[in-house]
């Protein structure tokens, strides 16, 4: 291939690549983007299945909301939303709690009727009660901060599955609140100006975002097998993991991984009774069950009421994994060590190929939601000069 033809090469076809590719072709400039999947989008990638109409998150559930309205003016030019509000209740026993914890969460644990002033009282008693004051760990911390039951209930057994280590184990500082609403608030992303879900999907988005006459979009394209091809000037935006593209020389950054089992069931059966409770998304807070979420992605579809009302449903259970060199890298795990690790990379980087930048979350070593990633892609372009 003529690389030579391009002004910039841009690896990885998520949000933050499509976004920096787009901006570049939008000022004329000719632009590569490659990416080793065989879809665009990252890991942000939605489909619809043609049978149902149900628009399948391939790596979990992604729900977009932003208080950023730049990134709501930018994104908006590429799809509608629909007007879904994102509730994830919590599964404790077979019954389901808000979550974040609110006043509803508590009148329900504990049986009781109380208002909002009677609960903050009684949540700052039992927090008291457990007569922590400098907590060790986070066990310690999360009992400290609300008393025992909550913690043990709806914090514990989930993070324990999260982390896959038992909370005496993991460090304090991992837990700096336990958000609690004296309200009925169950909004999960409270202070959201914008949120949704595109109503035709999150890989029709960055098609869009990528159709210009001045982008070439190369896919099923891993960058470090073509790296030596490309002339050694060419501006290069690498969206992947920086141990990776540098052979693991220093060792391997670490992430936290997931793993996803996914089964298509009938709402009229015994098997498919849990979809039809109607939540897109169901935390499983007890540890005798394995996985962490549900998925039902047809709730998501607010917009298209036919899709809901149809018996079949797409269900996913999500796990947490552990991650192997190679694997999926889904959350960084971002200690003092770990930084460390991740700035020698950069600093190997600048040395031994200048011409790569890093970009995205994989590149910055960061979790990002959708608008975080959109957003930098937008500051990162306005500094670059090509
Ligand atoms: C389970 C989960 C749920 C999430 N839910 C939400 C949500 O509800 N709302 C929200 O806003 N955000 C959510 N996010 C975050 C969201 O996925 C990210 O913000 C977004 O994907 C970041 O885009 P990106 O372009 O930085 O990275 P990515 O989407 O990861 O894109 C990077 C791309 O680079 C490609 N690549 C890497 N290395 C190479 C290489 N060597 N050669 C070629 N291509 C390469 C990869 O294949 C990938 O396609 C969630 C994340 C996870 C893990």
Redesign the pocket.
């Known amino acids: 291939m003529d690389y030579t033809k391009f002004d910039l090469i841009v690896?990885?076809?998520?949000?933050?690549?499509?976004t920096v590719a787009e901006r570049a072709a939008s000022e004329n400039k000719k632009v590569l983007v490659?990416?080793?999947?065989e879809h665009l989008?990252?890991?942000?990638?939605s489909y619809k299945d043609e049978k149902t109409g149900i628009e399948i998150h391939k790596?979990?559930?992604?729900?977009?909301?932003t208080e950023d309205e730049e990134v709501w003016n930018y994104i908006t030019k590429f799809t509608e939303f629909n007007d879904y509000i994102?509730t994830v209740p919590t599964r404790h026993a077979g019954k389901l709690y808000p979550m974040p914890i609110n006043l509803d969460t508590i009148n329900l644990l504990y049986g009781t009727n109380m208002d909002a002033e009677e609960a903050e009282k009684f949540v700052a008693s039992e927090a008291e009660k457990a007569g922590i004051k400098n907590p060790k760990n986070f066990e310690e911390k999360g009992i400290s901060l609300v008393g025992e039951k909550l913690y043990t209930t709806f914090i514990k057994n989930y993070s324990e599955k999260q982390w896959s280590t038992s909370a005496t184990n993991l460090s304090a500082e991992i837990l700096s609140r336990i958000p609690v609403r004296y309200s009925h608030d169950d909004r999960y992303f409270m202070t959201a100006k914008h949120q949704g879900i595109p109503v035709n999907g999150y890989g029709k988005i960055v098609e869009k975002m990528l159709d210009n006459e001045n982008i070439e979009v190369k896919l099923g394209?891993?960058?470090?097998a073509i790296m030596d091809e490309i002339p050694n000037d060419k501006p290069i935006i690498?969206?992947?993991?920086v141990d990776?593209?540098l052979d693991y020389e220093l060792g391997v950054l670490p992430y936290r991984s997931?793993r996803f089992e996914a089964e298509w069931v009938d709402e009229t059966t015994e098997e498919g009774a849990d979809s039809k409770l109607g939540h897109a998304v169901i935390n499983e807070a007890d540890a005798d069950v394995a996985y962490t979420r549900t998925h039902f992605y047809k709730y998501y579809q607010i917009h298209e009421p036919e899709v809901i009302k149809q018996p079949k449903s797409y269900v996913v259970r999500?796990y947490p994994a552990d991650f192997k060199r190679g694997g999926e890298a889904?959350?960084p795990i971002n200690n003092e060590e770990n930084e460390k690790l991740y700035n020698d990379y950069v600093k190997l980087l600048s040395e031994r190929y200048p011409s790569i930048m890093l970009?995205?979350?994989?590149?910055?070593y960061q979790?990002?939601?959708?608008?975080?990633?959109i957003k930098n892609?937008l500051e990162f372009y306005k500094n670059l000069t090509i």
Do not use: P, T
């Open positions: 690896v990885g076809a998520g949000f933050y690549g499509a490659i990416d080793r999947r989008a990252g890991n942000a990638y790596y979990g559930s992604h729900i977009f909301h994102h394209v891993d960058f470090i690498y969206c992947g993991q990776e593209l997931l999500e889904y959350y970009g995205g979350r994989l590149g910055a979790y990002w939601d959708m608008d975080k990633a892609a």
